[in-house]
């Protein structure tokens, strides 16, 4: 693939690294997370980040020390972007997907947070056109890809049946509550907008242990910070690997709804509100 080449030629140049700040406070952090069957390709998802329009002030991948004893004994490609910007972090236990938002909400709160995909070439604009939208409506989470929640007479339908909005060409884009912002097209999360006393790994990881994005919508809704999908189009081409793992097939047919009732009994156990009903 020409990718690939293209990134090994071209990684010395400058225009292609983060500039390397002192002050431990960034304001625009890139975050994900991956596992095994994907950490030899994920320092491609890492090139097409450090070759953004907007450069993020770092880029922190998050991985368990369940599955990576050391950071030392992770692919040497993707140790060699650490001199260009990246950060990269083990933290005990496995908190799956969550592990892209968790430690990042919790370690830097003033930030603000993109959280990304490990198995995407991005497109050079995914965080030019996040922040542009963030600039716009600064308390409002911001995303290039969703679903719209349909809530038809008091009754959630199923996850099957939302809606997905790849691509919005709007000439007033309007901030909702039903949109639930999808992970592969990139998500911005504002200082504090998905912070709760109910992000603790005990509760997301027995409720909604495969659907991260169901979680924070939960939270999101709690909040009262509503969704705008931004004008940004791509194809998001996948990075092709071998025997590749994907959760969001087995999500979207079986799982996500028994997780969102999950999460809707729970809140309303422990708050007395449905936070779907705050659509």
Known sequence: MILPVYFKLSARNEK????????????IIVS????????????????????????????ILWLSKDQFSSVGKLP??????RSRGLKIELR??????????YYAINEYPASTLVTVDDDIF??????????????????????????QIIMENNILKPYKLWKKNDYVNSVIPTPKRNLLPIGVGGVLYPP?????????????MSLCKTADDIWLKAVELLNGVPTVQTDYYSLYLPVIIKNN??????????DNDIQIANVRDFCIERFNIDPFALL
């Open 122 to 147: 991005y497109n050079s604009h995914l965080i030019e056109s996040l922040v542009k939208y963030n600039t716009r409506f600064p308390n409002v989470i911001c995303c290039n890809c969703s679903r």
């Open 245 to 254: 793992m994907s959760l969001s097939t087995f999500n979207v047919d079986s």
């Open 92 to 101: 005990d236990g496995d908190l799956r997907s969550h592990k892209k938002y």
């Open 16 to 27: 292609y690294c983060l500039m390397q700040s002192e002050n431990p406070e960034y304001r």
């Open 192 to 204: 504090n907008s998905v912070a709760s006393a109910i992000q603790r790994p005990e509760y997301f």
């Open 76 to 81: 040497k490609r993707l140790l060699a972007l």
């Open 32 to 59: 994900l997370t991956s596992f095994p069957a994907r950490i030899n390709k994920v320092w491609l998802v890492i090139e097409t980040l450090l070759r953004q329009t907007y450069k993020p002030d770092t880029i």
